[in-house]
Nanobody, 127 residues
């Protein structure tokens, strides 16, 4: 079994920054591509960013390109989401997820392709 625990959420003003972390335990971290998704109240869960197993490939939703970056530290079993220039529409619960089916270079964007999920961390962007 794989456990994922997110941290780093909070309240931030528009234009501010946050860095989310997701600590992974239970299996070999480098066996998984990792993704971040978010869900706002009354909305579907949506893809935010993903990184391949060795970090060579990164994918982003159009809504966050140029503002968010994703990285991973395979030595410390952690994936990060750096969020800059935050907007009120970024307000959501952010979840990290592990994808055990992706090949070494792939990232995937559909929630059902991910095997394990964290509980999420709330990000609120408001003045």
């Amino acid at each position: 079994q794989v456990q994922l625990v997110e941290s780093g959420g909070g309240l931030v003003q528009p234009g501010g920054s946050l860095r989310l972390s997701c600590a992974v335990s239970g299996r070999t971290f480098s066996s998984y591509a990792m993704g971040w998704f978010r869900q706002a109240p009354g909305k579907e869960r949506e893809f935010v960013a993903a990184i391949s197993r060795v970090g060579a490939t990164r994918s982003f939703a159009d809504s966050v390109k140029g503002r968010f970056t994703i990285s991973r530290d395979n030595a410390n079993n952690t994936v990060y989401l750096q969020m800059n220039s935050l907007k009120p529409e970024d307000t959501a619960v952010y979840h990290c997820a592990a994808d055990g089916g992706a090949n070494l270079w792939a990232t995937r964007v559909l929630p059902h392709e991910y095997d394990y999920w964290g509980q999420g961390t709330q990000v609120t962007v408001s003045s």
